[in-house]
């Protein structure tokens, strides 16, 4: 039997990595480092089956596609854990929880899902270390020795009562200034990863103890929560009851009960750019880049392009992120303004701010190629087996060109089936759907006319996604 429930945390919007990270499509979702996504590379760590268990997966109504689609991908089963509304890690964790609980683990691993972790086997080995202290009754954290002063990390003061390698943590630190941080790593405090190995009785009990309402709000979101094949929705009502609040302000800082394991393994949050510089193969002049990228006399700096070709002349220590819809020019030192910017950016309705060119659905994935006045085109991949919901329209009109594939359309209740270059009209109000019956992606172009042409304007009758 496995000893070890991974429970696996994905949440959060990674605005200081826009533009390749926005709301629609967060970091963890992204290939930031080769051609998986952290989420893919965090499912693959705990996929030992001798000592980890069936992962669960705690996310929002707007991701569990996503990761369900990305575990898929890699051939992992999962369970989704959906939070009805965003509350924090604190209640994330306390309903993870009690659900693991409830299936009857005895030690859950609680992750990121979008941290860097360089050393497999450096991590199983110190997964193995902290059971014992979960067997004693500890919740374990993982510390990792500093590099270098970072200031953009909290920390972890190390006591001295030892339970083999682990030693019981005397203080969480936040973080520090420059000279601070100095000192701290001379008087060997470690890294806060974010990242814990505990038994689940023993965290909802020190929950119950600092946060009741919390602790009482995750019990009664688990046990009024429905299910839906592999994917558990917790009880909205009784989720909101639960004080916003990070697992580490929630417990992780106010218990005794709280050990760590030194790891031994490479580690990032990948919080910034400068974090993807810090962990990327960099050429003779410290620069990293991805994508189609020319270099002149340029040094220290993060140059990445997912579609434009990019050139860069004669600056350092700069980051450049070209992408079709947007782009990042800015100098290391004022990364940590971006988050700002980007909620500057939203706050001023900037779509890009947000949205991705390519919006990923259930059913695949659509991207606009153009709009106008009274006009919007879009490119519609279908995934094989895949279809939209059954819907309509009030404001609009459709038009839609099969480019690839085989479509089978719904409309007014008849069936036809339409195959490259063949088009259909959608009128408005016409109720209709489309479907891939095929092996192959479907690709459709998607011509909207009229006066109001934003996702919005829908009447959903059915969907097989059980979408809310």
Same mark, same amino acid.
């Given at each position: 039997?496995?000893?070890?429930?991974?429970?696996?945390?994905?949440?959060?919007?990674?605005?200081?990595?826009?533009?390749?990270?926005?709301?629609?499509?967060?970091?963890?979702?992204?290939?930031?480092?080769?051609?998986?996504?952290?989420?893919?590379?965090?499912?693959?760590?705990?996929?030992?089956?001798?000592?980890?268990?069936?992962?669960?997966?705690?996310?929002?109504?707007?991701?569990?596609?996503?990761?369900?689609?990305?575990?898929?991908?890699?051939?992992?089963?999962?369970?989704?854990?959906?939070?009805?509304?965003?509350?924090?890690?604190?209640?994330?964790?306390?309903?993870?929880?009690?659900?693991?609980?409830?299936?009857?683990?005895?030690?859950?691993?609680?992750?990121?899902?979008?941290?860097?972790?360089?050393?497999?086997?450096?991590?199983?080995?110190?997964?193995?270390?902290?059971?014992?202290?979960?067997?004693?009754?500890?919740?374990?954290?993982?510390?990792?020795?500093?590099?270098?002063?970072?200031?953009?990390?909290?920390?972890?003061?190390?006591?001295?009562?030892?339970?083999?390698?682990?030693?019981?943590?005397?203080?969480?630190?936040?973080?520090?200034?420059?000279?601070?941080?100095?000192?701290?790593?001379?008087?060997?405090?470690?890294?806060?990863?974010?990242?814990?190995?505990?038994?689940?009785?023993?965290?909802?009990?020190?929950?119950?103890?600092?946060?009741?309402?919390?602790?009482?709000?995750?019990?009664?979101?688990?046990?009024?929560?429905?299910?839906?094949?592999?994917?558990?929705?917790?009880?909205?009502?009784?989720?909101?009851?639960?004080?916003?609040?990070?697992?580490?302000?929630?417990?992780?800082?106010?218990?005794?009960?709280?050990?760590?394991?030194?790891?031994?393994?490479?580690?990032?949050?990948?919080?910034?750019?400068?974090?993807?510089?810090?962990?990327?193969?960099?050429?003779?002049?410290?620069?990293?880049? +991805?994508?189609?990228? +020319?270099?002149?006399?340029?040094?220290?700096?993060?140059?990445?392009?997912?579609?434009?070709?990019?050139?860069?002349?004669?600056?350092?220590?700069?980051?450049?992120?070209?992408?079709?819809?947007?782009?990042?020019?800015?100098?290391?030192?004022?990364?940590?303004?971006?988050?700002?910017?980007?909620?500057?950016?939203?706050?001023?309705?900037?779509?890009?701010?947000?949205?991705?060119?390519?919006?990923?659905?259930?059913?695949?994935?659509?991207?606009?190629?153009?709009?106008?006045?009274?006009?919007?085109?879009?490119?519609?991949?279908?995934?094989?087996?895949?279809?939209?919901?059954?819907?309509?329209?009030?404001?609009?009109?459709?038009?839609?060109?099969?480019?690839?594939?085989?479509? +089978?359309?719904?409309?007014?209740?008849?069936?036809?089936?339409?195959?490259?270059?063949?088009?259909?009209?959608?009128?408005?109000?016409?109720?209709?759907?489309?479907?891939?019956?095929?092996?192959?992606?479907?690709?459709?172009?998607?011509?909207?006319?009229?006066?109001?042409?934003?996702?919005?304007?829908?009447?959903?009758? +059915?969907?097989?996604?059980?979408?809310?």
């Amino acid at each position: 039997m496995s000893s070890i429930t991974p429970v696996i945390l994905v949440g959060g919007s990674g605005k200081r990595l826009w533009p390749l990270s926005r709301e629609s499509m967060p970091k963890q979702f992204v290939p930031l480092l080769g051609k998986q996504s952290t989420f893919q590379q965090t499912l693959q760590r705990v996929a030992d089956g001798g000592l980890f268990g069936r992962p669960v997966i705690a996310t929002n109504e707007a991701y569990r596609f996503m990761a369900e689609s990305q575990a898929r991908e890699i051939g992992m089963e999962i369970d989704i854990l959906v939070e009805p509304s965003r509350r924090d890690s604190g209640p994330a964790m306390a309903a993870a929880a009690v659900y693991t609980r409830n299936l009857g683990a005895k030690a859950v691993l609680a992750l990121a899902s979008d941290h860097l972790v360089m050393g497999a086997e450096a991590f199983r080995a110190g997964c193995l270390e902290g059971l014992e202290a979960v067997r004693q009754g500890g919740i374990v954290t993982f510390g990792i020795p500093p590099t270098e002063p970072k200031t953009d990390y909290g920390y972890i003061r190390p006591g001295s009562e030892h339970i083999g390698p682990v030693q019981k943590v005397a203080a969480f630190v936040e973080k520090p200034n420059a000279q601070a941080a100095l000192r701290y790593i001379a008087e060997g405090l470690l890294w806060n990863s974010g990242n814990f190995l505990f038994p689940p009785e023993v965290l909802l009990s020190e929950m119950a103890r600092f946060e009741p309402a919390m602790a009482a709000a995750a019990e009664e979101a688990v046990a009024k929560a429905k299910k839906n094949g592999s994917t558990v929705f917790l009880d909205a009502e009784a989720f909101a009851k639960a004080p916003a609040k990070s697992i580490d302000y929630a417990v992780m800082e106010r218990t005794d009960k709280c050990w760590v394991v030194p790891a031994r393994f490479r580690w990032s949050d990948l919080g910034t750019w400068d974090a993807l510089l810090d962990v990327g193969d960099a050429d003779s002049a410290g620069n990293v880049t +991805e994508g189609p990228v +020319e270099l002149d006399h340029v040094r220290n700096s993060y140059v990445r392009s997912d579609g434009p070709l990019t050139a860069v002349i004669g600056v350092e220590e700069v980051v450049v992120v070209a992408m079709n819809d947007a782009v990042l020019v800015g100098h290391r030192d004022n990364l940590p303004r971006l988050k700002d910017v980007v909620q500057r950016m939203s706050d001023g309705k900037h779509k890009a701010a947000t949205e991705h060119t390519v919006m990923h659905r259930p059913w695949g994935s659509y991207q606009d190629i153009d709009r106008g006045e009274r006009f919007r085109a879009k490119r519609l991949t279908v995934k094989p087996g895949g279809k939209l919901s059954l819907q309509s329209h009030s404001r609009r009109a459709e038009h839609w060109v099969v480019v690839k594939g085989v479509a +089978e359309v719904t409309l007014d209740g008849k069936i036809s089936t339409l195959r490259e270059n063949q088009s259909v009209y959608i009128p408005m109000g016409g109720i209709h759907r489309l479907a891939n019956p095929g092996s192959e992606p479907l690709e459709v172009v998607e011509v909207q006319t009229g006066d109001y042409l934003e996702e919005d304007d829908i009447v959903r009758y +059915e969907d097989v996604y059980a979408r809310v």
